[in-house]
C-alpha cells in the first residue's frame, strides 16, 4: 500500500449564481425545473448495494402547489432499519481502513458533481420540493454543500496533522484519530439541503458508517444527494438512506448495542427526547454515544437608537422573510427603540408589500410557502390569537392561503407586552414580533432580550455606535452562538462563520467547522519507547556514600 504525507487542495468558497435574466444558469436552472415537473418518479431507499423498494407508496408534492405529484417514495419499517445497521456494520471494517485521502477524494469529487454536472439538478430539486426561490436554493444546494465538503476535508487532514510535541529523548508520542465504534445515525432536516448532506457525510469523512432518516419533507432533493454520493464512489454500506417513521427508527436505533452516535438537526423537544431515550437505554451500548445537535431558535435583532434605519430594515426584511423564515438563524424577535420605531415601520410595509409571493417556478417571487400543511397550521394559528389579543396588534401581513400552496403573507406583530408568546415561542415560519422599547431603557433591554427565550442561535445588534456594540456584544455573549454586527442574524459561510448555538438551541458543535469533526473520532495516544528501563530501581533509591 503506497504511503505519504498528502495535501489536500485548499477550499474556497463555492461561487454564487445570480441567476439574472440572459444569463447561461438561469436558462440551465428553467430547464433543469421543467425536466423534475414534467416527470413521476419513483425514490428508493438505499440500504447497502440495494435500491429497496416497498408497496407503500408515499406522493411528493411541492409545497407551493401541492396538487401536482412530482413522484412516490417508499415508506420503510423497522426491518428496514434493522437492515440498514447491519449491512453499516458489516462495510465498517473495509471503509475505517481505507487510507484518508482516498475517503477525503470521493467528497471532494462529490464537491465537484453538485458543482457542476448536478448543480441544477439539485437546485432544482430543492426549489420543488422545499419551496426555495432560485437564490436561497444556490446558497444552499449548490453552495453550502460544495462547502461542506471541500472545508471538511481541509479540517479532516488538519485533524490527522495535530500530533504531540516531539522533543523527548528516546520516545516517540503519537495521536491517531479513530472512528467511533459502532454506526451513527444522521438526522437530518427538511429547510437545508445542505445539512441533509452535511450530517451523514461529515460522520463518514472520519471513517464511520452511517444510517441516515432525512425529513419526509425533504426526501425529492436527499435522493439526488444519494445519487451523487453513489456516482462520487461511495462504497456500498457506508451511507444508507431509509425513510421511515421516527418512532419506528428510534426504536431500533436507541436500543442497538453498536449505536455509537446521533448526528442531529431539528426541534428542540425531539432532540430531549431522543437524550432522554439514549440515557435510559445508556446500559445497552458498548460506548458512551456522542450526542451532537443543533436545534431550535428565537432569533433575534436589537436596535440601537443609533442604528441606520436602511440597515436595520433591510436586515429585518431578509432575516425574517428568506426562505418564509424556515431557518433555524431566522429573524423572529426585534427589540427596537421608540425614536425609530415609526419611521422603520414606514420602510418594512413599503418592502413587504413589494414582495411577490408564488411558486417557485416564476423567478420574480421573492416569497415561497411555508414546507407543509401542519407548518402552515401551525403558523397561522399565531398570527390568529395575536390579531384578537390584547398584548398584540398585526400590523404588516397576517393573510394566508393553503387552497393551492401553503402561502403565508410575511407577517409583523407588535408584542405590547415583552413576555408575549410569539416573542418566546418559535413558530418556524414568515413571522416576526417587535418589541418597542423606550430609548433611555437600553441597557435593561439587552438583559430581557437574554432572558426571554430558552433558544441561543443566532442574534445581531444594528448600531452606529461603538461603545453600544461593545455592551451589547457582552451582554448578549451567551444569548447566540452566532453573533452580528450590523448584519442580518442570518447567512452563515462555512469556512467563515462555524454554525451553532446553546442552551435549548443545541450542543454548538458547530457545523462547517474542525470542532464537529472532532466529535466522530475515538482519539488513541501512542508512546513508544526506544531505550526502555531495565531496573525498577530509581536514582533516589541510591544508599549515601
Known amino acids: 500500500m503506497l504511503k505519504g504525507f498528502f495535501n489536500v487542495p485548499a477550499p474556497v468558497n463555492e461561487p454564487v449564481y445570480a441567476y439574472a435574466p440572459g444569463t447561461k444558469e438561469r436558462a440551465l436552472l428553467r430547464q433543469a425545473i421543467q425536466d423534475a415537473r414534467g416527470q413521476e418518479i419513483d425514490v428508493p431507499m438505499y440500504i447497502g448495494g440495494k435500491e429497496v423498494r416497498t408497496e407503500k407508496k408515499v406522493k411528493l408534492t411541492p ?3 401541492h396538487k401536482h405529484i412530482l413522484g412516490y417514495y417508499s415508506q420503510g419499517t423497522k426491518e428496514h432499519v434493522e437492515e440498514a445497521i447491519e449491512v453499516a456494520l458489516a462495510a465498517k471494517e473495509d471503509w475505517e481502513n481505507l487510507p484518508w485521502e482516498q475517503r477525503a477524494a470521493i467528497f471532494l469529487k462529490a464537491a465537484e458533481l453538485i458543482s457542476t454536472k448536478y448543480r441544477y439538478k439539485l437546485n432544482a430539486a430543492t426549489m420543488l420540493g422545499q419551496s426555495k426561490n432560485p437564490y436561497q436554493a444556490e446558497i444552499d444546494s449548490a453552495c453550502e454543500i460544495v462547502d461542506f465538503l471541500r472545508f471538511n476535508v481541509k479540517y479532516m487532514s488538519e485533524i490527522y496533522q495535530q500530533q504531540p510535541p516531539a522533543n523527548s529523548k528516546g520516545v516517540w508520542n503519537r495521536v491517531e484519530q479513530r472512528p467511533l465504534e459502532g454506526f451513527v445515525f444522521a438526522l437530518t432536516p427538511f429547510n437545508f439541503t445542505a445539512i441533509a448532506g452535511n ?18 419533507t425533504q426526501i425529492y432533493s436527499a435522493n439526488v444527494l444519494m445519487q451523487i454520493f453513489k456516482e462520487a464512489g461511495l462504497p456500498d454500506g457506508v451511507i444508507n438512506l431509509v425513510y421511515v417513521s421516527g418512532p419506528d427508527a428510534g426504536d431500533v436505533i436507541f436500543k442497538h448495542p453498536d449505536f455509537a452516535g446521533i448526528h442531529f438537526t431539528g426541534s428542540t423537544g425531539v432532540f430531549q427526547d431522543i437524550w432522554k431515550t439514549i440515557g435510559e437505554n445508556i446500559h445497552r451500548y458498548k460506548t ?8 431550535g431558535g428565537k432569533d433575534f435583532i436589537v436596535a440601537h437608537p443609533s ?30 427603540p421608540q425614536s425609530l420605531w415609526n419611521d422603520l415601520k414606514g420602510l418594512m410595509e413599503r418592502d413587504i408589500k413589494s414582495f411577490k409571493i408564488g411558486g417557485t417556478e416564476d423567478f420574480s417571487n421573492f416569497i415561497n410557502a411555508v414546507i407543509d400543511e401542519k407548518s402552515f397550521d401551525k403558523i397561522t ?49 414568515p413571522v416576526l414580533t417587535v418589541y418597542v422599547y423606550e430609548d433611555s431603557k437600553w441597557s ?5 432580550v437574554d432572558k426571554t427565550s430558552i433558544y441561543a442561535l443566532t442574534g445581531a445588534i444594528i448600531s452606529q455606535d461603538r461603545y453600544a456594540i461593545d455592551e451589547a456584544t457582552y451582554a448578549l455573549r451567551n444569548a447566540a452562538g452566532n453573533f452580528y454586527i450590523n448584519d442580518k442574524c442570518t447567512g452563515a459561510v462555512v469556512g467563515q462563520q462555524p454554525f451553532g448555538g446553546a442552551r435549548g438551541s443545541g450542543t454548538n458543535d458547530k457545523a462547517g467547522s474542525m ?9 488513541r495516544t501512542i508512546k513508544e519507547t526506544f531505550t526502555p528501563d531495565t531496573d525498577y530501581r530509581y536514582p533516589f533509591l541510591s544508599e549515601e556514600q
Not at 311 to 335: D, I, M, P, W
Not at 393 to 422: L, N
Open 199 to 216: 450530517l451523514p457525510t461529515s460522520v463518514a469523512m472520519m471513517g464511520n458508517v452511517v444510517v441516515w432518516k432525512p425529513s419526509n
Open 515 to 523: 470542532i464537529n469533526l472532532l466529535r466522530w473520532v475515538s482519539p
Open 381 to 429: 394559528s399565531y398570527i390568529d390569537r395575536a390579531k384578537t389579543s390584547a398584548d398584540a396588534e398585526v400590523v404588516i401581513g397576517g393573510t394566508y392561503d393553503k387552497s393551492t400552496g401553503y402561502f403565508i403573507h410575511p407577517t409583523v406583530i407588535v408584542a405590547k407586552t415583552p413576555d408575549y408568546e410569539t416573542l418566546s415561542e418559535e413558530l418556524f415560519g
Open 307 to 336: 442604528a441606520d434605519l436602511d440597515v436595520l430594515n433591510t436586515a429585518l426584511v431578509r432575516g425574517a422573510f428568506e426562505f418564509q423564515g424556515q431557518k433555524c438563524s431566522a429573524a423572529s424577535r426585534a427589540y427596537v
Open 63 to 65: 409545497p407551493h402547489d
Open 288 to 295: 458512551y454515544p456522542r450526542i451532537v445537535g443543533e436545534t
Open 444 to 448: 435593561e433591554m439587552l438583559e430581557l
